[in-house]
Structures are given as structure tokens and as C-alpha cells.
């Protein structure tokens, strides 16, 4: 049981290219988030999902895509990458329900040049 | 919508002290707060959760209170450690909303 398992770790990219991170969970969980961290800043959502085909767009949305076309994945895209982007990108996951906690990945570093 | 906010921002101890992270929060809706430890290069770990139907919980040294009229709640960490060194993450949930909003954080160092 591997909970949550994020790819990449790290990534360089240079303006304008584009990338997509994936999050990939394997407790069946309905739910799933991906936040991005930065000093000083905590945890801001981007994007989540409620469910296979569903996505619905967080606190700072813009920039990023997303995608859940397995219930499992859920893949984060930076169409045209800014170095603003520049940042530690985290995934959850949790089931349905209220009051239920979420389960966080490690991580990917990503860094824009 | 829900607003949380966390202090302080930098906690130093000594080691066998206690360290307390306070939060408060903005909706009085609000029925769920886990608290999340994260260690370096790691992601969130959860490591206690209240709801609020219960005005504490402990777990060994770990303890967290909420007071529900004030709109605040606290973790207690007791006899600290060299590995409670970490940044600690308060948050607050609506039950049946699909999001949950975090304090920014605090970074505790445990000191010999």
C-alpha cells in the first residue's frame, strides 16, 4: 500500500514549456487536491476532484489544468510554465464524506527558469 | 468563506518543554480540525484530528482543544523531542464541503 505517490520529485523547466505532474492513489479514495506551497503562504488549493470525470477549480486556479480520467490519477498541467509556478506542488487524497482527513504525497519540485 | 489563522509562525523550545500552536477560525459552521505535521521534504502528515461534538482529545503527547464560543483551538505537545522538530499545520472543514482550508503554519524547533 503505497498511499500517495507523486511524479516527479523534481523537475527544471524553462518559461514557456510545458509539463504535467501526476498523483496517483491507491486507497480508493473519491476525493483528490492539489495544493502548492510556498514560503510563507501554506497550503493553497489549485484544483480538485470529487470524482472520476469531475473537476472543480480551487483558491488559485489559474495557469494549471487538470484532469481525472481514472479514479486513481489525477494529473496536474502548466500549460505555458511562468516562473511564478515556481513552488513545491502537493497532492491529496481522501473519501467522501464529511469529516474526512486527507492523505498528502511528498511532493514535487518544481522550479521555473 | 472560512478563514484560519495560525500563531505563531516560529516556536523554539527546549527539549522536555511543552510547545502550544494556537489557531482560530472564521465560520462558526466549521465542525472538523485536523492538524498536520510536515517534516522536511516531506508532505502533511496527519497527526490528530477534533471534531466538534468533543472539547479535547490526546493522543500520548500530543493534545489538542477546542473551544467552539471563542473559536479557537489549540496543540499541546508535551515532553518534547528532538523529532517533534517540524512545520505544524492547523485546519478547519465544514462538514459536507469539499474543501479545507489551512493555517499558514508553524515551524517549531526543538532545542538541546
Known amino acids: 500500500n503505497a498511499g500517495v505517490t507523486q511524479t516527479p520529485k523534481f523537475r527544471v523547466l524553462k518559461t514557456g514549456q510545458s509539463m504535467t505532474l501526476l498523483c496517483a492513489q491507491d486507497?480508493?479514495?473519491?476525493?483528490m487536491y492539489w495544493y502548492r506551497q510556498d514560503p510563507g503562504m501554506g497550503l493553497r488549493l489549485i484544483h480538485y476532484s470529487v470524482g472520476e470525470g469531475t473537476t472543480a477549480k480551487g483558491e488559485v486556479p489559474d495557469g494549471y489544468n487538470v484532469s481525472r480520467l481514472k479514479k486513481q490519477n489525477f494529473l496536474l498541467g502548466l500549460e505555458s510554465a511562468a516562473p511564478s509556478q515556481t513552488s513545491v506542488y502537493f497532492c491529496?487524497?481522501?473519501?467522501?464524506?464529511?469529516?474526512?482527513?486527507?492523505?498528502f504525497g511528498d511532493g514535487t519540485r518544481l522550479s521555473i527558469l | 468563506g472560512e478563514n484560519v489563522e495560525q500563531h505563531p509562525s516560529t516556536l523554539s523550545v527546549q527539549e522536555g518543554d511543552s510547545a502550544v500552536i494556537k489557531c482560530t477560525y472564521s465560520d462558526s459552521a466549521s465542525n472538523y480540525f485536523p492538524w498536520y505535521k510536515q517534516e522536511l521534504g516531506k508532505g502533511p502528515q496527519l497527526i490528530i484530528d477534533?471534531?466538534?461534538?468533543?472539547g479535547e482529545k490526546k493522543d500520548q503527547r500530543i493534545a489538542v482543544t477546542l473551544n467552539k464560543t471563542a473559536k479557537h483551538f489549540s496543540l499541546h505537545i508535551t515532553e518534547t523531542q528532538p523529532e517533534d522538530s517540524a512545520v505544524y499545520f492547523c485546519?478547519?472543514?465544514?462538514?459536507?464541503?469539499?474543501?479545507?482550508?489551512f493555517g499558514k503554519g508553524t515551524r517549531l524547533h526543538i532545542l538541546p
Open positions: 486507497m480508493n479514495h473519491e476525493y
Open positions: 491529496a487524497s481522501r473519501f467522501q464524506g464529511g469529516n474526512q482527513p486527507q492523505h
Open positions: 477534533i471534531r466538534s461534538n468533543v
Open positions: 485546519a478547519a472543514s465544514i462538514f459536507r464541503d469539499d474543501k479545507i482550508i
